[in-house]
């Protein structure tokens, strides 16, 4: 879905709603939400800043024995939520303050239907022209849009996402449980599925893997 700005003002502040599913206020504390089915793989990235981005506080009020697999560059560091303690563990050891900024791409299973809250503000302010960036390395990297934003991947106007021909993205399909691959042409300047253009729609706190063809800064500037 196209991201969906309305800007509103409220107490001498101005407000960004970016989306059906995320009401972000700028400068102040907002919220998106994401539905996560039981027993379900949803690849979520947090797209706000809670002052202190770690796994207590960006993944809040979930159930007990959901679990977060996160990507650490060559497989997955695995934690699980205990509800009695109110702790997300790895193995037994206690993991509370486990890094999840901004951008960082991250697998979450839910132990029952419920939706993911991102509570926090935006890093940087709609209609501000400043920008954001996330360093993408050549190897494979899960991440997700720096701020609530849903868009085709292709429109450099919000999306920012500029790579090199032969850079491949990996989106995930929460009802089939599977990945789409995409490659990008550097000649036609689209994204392909095997030979059918398909250039892929990024939802707002949504993670996905991409590989680029040689490293580069994906920049945002909101509009």
Do not use: C
């Amino acid at each position: 879905m196209r991201t969906k700005t309305l800007l509103i003002a409220a107490a001498a502040l101005a407000a960004t709603v970016i989306s059906s599913q995320a009401q972000v206020y700028s400068g102040v504390v907002g919220y998106v939400n994401v539905t996560a089915p039981s027993g379900k793989f949803v690849f979520l990235n947090n797209p706000l800043t809670t002052g202190n981005d770690v796994i207590s506080n960006v993944v809040q009020n979930v159930p007990g024995g959901t679990t977060v697999n996160i990507w650490n560059g060559s497989g997955f560091d695995v934690l699980q939520y205990t509800a009695l303690s109110h702790t997300w563990k790895q193995g037994t050891t206690a993991t509370n303050t486990y890094p999840l900024p901004p951008g960082k791409g991250f697998f979450l299973t839910a132990s029952a239907n419920t939706n993911v809250t991102f509570v926090g503000s935006t890093l940087i302010s709609p209609g501000s022209d400043e920008s954001i960036t996330n360093g993408l390395s050549t190897s494979l990297n899960a991440v997700g849009a720096l701020v609530p934003i849903s868009d085709v991947v292709t429109n450099a106007a919000t999306f920012g996402l500029l790579v090199a021909g032969g850079s491949t993205l990996q989106q995930w399909s929460v009802p089939n449980q599977t990945f789409s691959v995409f490659q990008y042409s550097s000649l036609s300047h689209v994204w392909k599925q095997g030979t059918t253009v398909t250039n892929p729609v990024i939802g707002v706190a949504e993670g996905f893997f991409i590989q680029p063809a040689s490293a580069t800064n994906w920049v945002i500037t909101l509009p």
